[in-house]
Each structure stands twice: as structure tokens, then as C-alpha cells.
Nanobody, 128 residues
Framework: QVQLVESRGGLVQPGGSLRLSCAAS????????MGWFRQAPGKEREFVAA????????VYADSVKGRFTASRDNAKNTVYLQMNSLKPEDTAVYYC?????????????????????WGQGTQVTVSS
């Protein structure tokens, strides 16, 4: 069992930046690949980014590529999502998630069904 707790999101102006964090507790953090997903009102939850257990590989949705960066600190059992150049369409509830996997995250499918553990979600609003 893995428990995930996300940091508070917030209100950001277009073009601004925000960093989310997600603290994990429970089983060995390094056994898990970590993902970020988001869900906007009236839409399905969608994949945003993922990072391998060693932080050796990352993958991103096309919509955030070049603007968002996933990272992790295994000593702190924490994963991060740095969001830059935010747009109004980035407004959503953001979730971190974990899946037991120690390979390259570039080699697997990232859907809500393939992740086993979820945080509670945190609201990010991009608006002027």
C-alpha cells in the first residue's frame, strides 16, 4: 500500500509557474514509477507526465511538453511537477499516482487503469 499526499495547488496568472509536490509513504518508493494526471471540469482524467523509479526517464503529454518537468527525490519520497508558461487550459485538478514498475516509463502505457495508487488531487487554476 502506498499513500500519496499532494501539496496545495493554487491560482496562477497565465504565463506563470507553479510547482506541485507529492509525498509518498508506505512501501519502498523506489519500487514505483510515478505519474501526474489532471482532470478538468466535464472532462476525463488525462495523463500529464511520468517519471521512472530512478528518474532516468520521463514522458510527457504533447500538451505540456516543453513547459512541464517531472522530477523526484527518492531520499525524500517525493515527486514534483514543475509547471511553467501556464495557460488557462491547464486549469484542472492535478493528481499524482504510483504504479509498481522499475523499467523505463517510455516503454509503457500511461492510463488511469495502469496506476494503482492515487493522491487526493489538488486544484490548479490559471486565470487573470
Amino acid at each position: 500500500q502506498v499513500q500519496l499526499v499532494e501539496s496545495r495547488g493554487g491560482l496562477v496568472q497565465p504565463g506563470g509557474s507553479l510547482r506541485l509536490s507529492c509525498a509518498a509513504s508506505g512501501r519502498a518508493f523506489t519500487n514505483y514509477a510515478m505519474g501526474w494526471f489532471r482532470q478538468a471540469p466535464g472532462k476525463e482524467r488525462e495523463f500529464v507526465a511520468a517519471i521512472s523509479w530512478s528518474a532516468g526517464t520521463t514522458v510527457y503529454a504533447d500538451s505540456v511538453k516543453g513547459r512541464f518537468t517531472a522530477s523526484r527525490d527518492n531520499a525524500k519520497n517525493t515527486v514534483y511537477l514543475q509547471m511553467n508558461s501556464l495557460k488557462p487550459e491547464d486549469t484542472a485538478v492535478y493528481y499524482c499516482a504510483a504504479r509498481a514498475y522499475r523499467g523505463s516509463v517510455g516503454m509503457i502505457v500511461h492510463t488511469t487503469e495502469t496506476y494503482s495508487y492515487w493522491g487526493q488531487g489538488t486544484q490548479v487554476t490559471v486565470s487573470s
